[in-house]
């Protein structure tokens, strides 16, 4: 009932579904019906969410960025107990070996905007998926510490960067009454990631030489998702950017499922024409309440750093060791708590569209 008949996806599975019994061997079936069962999710998600199927999917594939961001953020936590024993790392060298994927960050950050707005979302979001594998990769066969912040670096620069092209990206394709539901899978995956990492400094931190298999576990599927968003549309606002009017309607017909997207491109081409009245300068103005608006959003992000919440997140396991805690309780005192923020985010993201709702979140987060 839920795959119907007309969609892609239903086509799909029937194709699978055929192929299964006429030219598939018994020991793909299950496989196939791996395949079935995932692009079933997508469209009951995507017929719960109220947008279209491939709408859904494009936006889930980009926001594996934010599962590989938060795995990043959460490894060091764990890899670092291990790191520091066999590489026989000081304090400072400790310091600098967690603070270097913020200086990949901070380059990425000054620089992202401009790349995104050259070459395109899409573009930045298999460039920094790729740069996160290499990172991972120069990691691997060498127990260096220079080799260590090279690859961490590469890192940070990749998770930046993807940072800023993926939530561009999901609210461009997204349609208007579901953009903030989109663009929160986002977060949710950040925090998802996050109880990954937790949960792989548990699984690895016995292990001799765990801290490679935590760093390694990420290099397929940030390999996946640069092959994957090849195959997915770009973002059609940038594509108006560009004036390649016609290449955007395209793309919209497809994501929205629909004939005609006139409509809806009247919109972009209106709301960049409004763009073009403004300066960078105009930000610190009071042109349309432009300087109150930047104040809030630089207001939220500096309590949310103020709070030490990022240093918790490096250093909680070094810190829960340093009283006393063994080398696995650490992980597993951080991922309990990570889940019920996990559960937490999954519930917010269907509500995030909501003004009520956003009005709760800042609570929360002043909380």
């Known amino acids: 009932a839920l795959l119907g008949h007309g969609t892609l996806v239903g086509w799909t599975i029937k194709f699978l579904s055929s192929a299964k019994m006429a030219f598939l061997p018994k020991g793909c079936i299950v496989s196939v019906n791996v395949a079935e069962v995932t692009l079933s999710i997508f469209y009951a998600f ?11 999917l494009s936006s889930a594939v980009a926001a ?54 050259r070459f395109g979302r899409r573009p930045a979001i298999i460039i920094a998926s790729s740069l996160l594998v290499l990172g ?46 989109l663009v929160s899978l986002n977060e949710l995956m950040i925090v998802i990631g996050i109880l990954f990492a937790y949960i792989s400094n548990y699984a690895f931190a016995s292990i001799s030489h765990g801290w490679k298999y935590m760093f390694g576990l990420v290099i397929p599927l940030g390999a996946l998702q640069a092959v994957a968003m090849y195959f997915l549309p770009p973002s059609p606002r940038f594509l108006v950017m560009k004036n390649n009017d016609e290449a955007a309607r395209k793309v919209l017909e497809k994501l929205r499922e629909t004939s005609d997207a006139t409509k809806e491109l009247t919109v972009i ?56 805690a063994g080398m696995t309780c650490p992980a597993w005192h951080l991922a309990v708590p990570k889940l019920s923020k996990a559960v937490f985010s999954a519930n917010m993201c269907w509500y995030c569209s909501r003004q009520s709702w956003r009005a709760w979140g800042v609570l929360f987060l002043m909380a």
């Not at 995507?46 to 859904?56: A, D, M, Q, R």
């Not at 309590?303 to 918790?312: A, D, E, Y």
């Open 269 to 324: 081409k209106s709301s960049l024409k409004d763009e073009h009245q403004y300066s960078f300068l105009d930000l610190f103005r009071s042109k349309n309440n432009m300087r109150a608006r930047m104040l809030v959003g630089l207001t939220l992000v500096f309590f949310v750093q103020t709070t030490g919440q990022p240093n918790i997140l490096f250093y909680a396991s070094t810190v829960l060791k340093s009283v006393g």
């Open 46 to 56: 995507s017929l719960i969410s109220g947008c279209g199927t491939f709408t859904f």
């Open 136 to 181: 991972s990769l120069i990691l691997l066969p060498y127990e260096s510490y220079r080799i260590l912040i090279v690859g961490r670096i590469a890192i940070g620069i990749s998770i930046s960067l993807s940072s800023i092209a993926t939530c561009v990206y999901i609210a461009e394709i997204a349609p208007q009454h579901r953009r903030g539901l």
């Open 64 to 117: 594996i960025s934010g599962l590989l961001m938060g795995y990043e953020l959460g490894l060091i936590s764990g890899a670092l107990l291990q790191m520091s024993s066999i590489l026989v790392l000081s304090c400072k060298e400790q310091e600098i070996v967690v603070s270097s994927l913020l200086f990949g960050a901070l380059f990425a950050s000054l620089t992202g905007g401009f790349l995104i707005d």
